[in-house]
């Protein structure tokens, strides 16, 4: 499960790159300013959503972020318990 969560991760912070770099110029944003787009659709992000909605294009979705970071660490509290004896 620690794997799939870093491979959602990843997946979604190439997603959020792909997304938002044509918005960066536009908006007068840098990367540290649009970081917090990869977990939240607020303010300028939801700016950015709004737009790439009305052009048609799939926008950006946080939750993604989210479910990985959710499995991520449940795969690591799930590697941290004792491991069962056979019965």
């Not at 870093?6 to 110029?25: E, G, H, R, T």
Request: with cysteine; net charge positive; glycine share 12%.
């Amino acid at each position: 499960m620690v794997k799939a969560g870093i491979a959602i991760l990843v997946c979604s912070a190439l997603w959020w790159i792909d997304f938002y770099n044509p918005f960066l110029d536009k908006l007068g944003l840098t990367y540290g300013d649009a970081l917090k787009c990869l977990v939240t659709n607020d303010g300028a992000c939801g700016l950015a959503t709004g737009f790439a909605q009305l052009a048609g294009k799939t926008h950006y979705h946080p939750e993604l972020f989210w479910i990985g970071m959710t499995v991520l660490v449940i795969g690591l509290a799930k590697s941290a318990l004792p491991k069962k004896r056979g019965d």
